[in-house]
């Protein structure tokens, strides 16, 4: 009688076992389903105004990206949040080196007003990204510039004129600072922390860099 109660009980616990795994995939498959949702939406958003979420981006670049989306997602987009945003992406872009392939892979250019990207890039090749390659040879390129933290300090609405002297239907200034992930290989500490970014909204609709002061 012993023995038939034990096959018993542990019939019951192999029942038991294989309800439990089996909810526990099921739960794991739920929040993989949410988790590929919520990515389809941001994507979709970003889609939806022509950005594109970058291939290798660091932390400080997904956090901007979220800032983004939500600035986009809402029924009226705030023009502040949306300008704010792309001032964000863009700074974690720009300033960080840790997934560039090189002195000519400069970050934010597609932020940078219609025109004048070719102009801001050839800059940045000869003043900001020119000595990347040696910094490279000599930390290994992951020791290098990564964007860690970006502080908004304040926006101000302003008037920035285009070059057919027409000034843009919507312009800020957004002064803003940033911190590097700290790290005892490469001293970053020479390197520019803060800027005002002149945001406006471009012919296409979407926010760019028209200014860009190194404070």
Known sequence: MKKRYDKIILYILMIF???LA????????????KVSKEEINKRETLEKYD???????????????DDLINALATEVVVEQD???????????????????EGRYDIGGVEYITSGFGANFKYAAVNSF??????YVKEFGKNNLLE??????????????????GEAYDKSYIVHMKWTYVI????????FQTTTHLTMVKDDDGKYKVAYFLRD
Do not use: C, H
Not at 51 to 65: C, D, E, R
Not at 82 to 100: G, R, S
Not at 183 to 190: C, L, Q, T, V
């Open 129 to 134: 990204y020119y000595n990347l390659p040696t």
């Open 51 to 65: 950005y594109i979420f970058p291939n290798n981006p660091v932390k400080s670049q997904m956090l901007a990206y």
């Open 22 to 33: 089996v909810g526990l995939v099921f739960t794991s498959m739920q929040s993989r389903e």
């Open 17 to 19: 076992t294989v309800l």
């Open 82 to 100: 949306y300008a704010k945003a792309i001032a964000k992406v863009f700074v974690t872009d720009f300033f960080t080196w840790t997934n560039k």
């Open 183 to 190: 790290n005892e290989i490469f001293d970053n500490s020479k």
């Open 147 to 164: 964007v860690d933290f970006v502080e908004i300090l304040s926006v101000t609405e302003a008037e920035f004129i285009k070059t057919n």
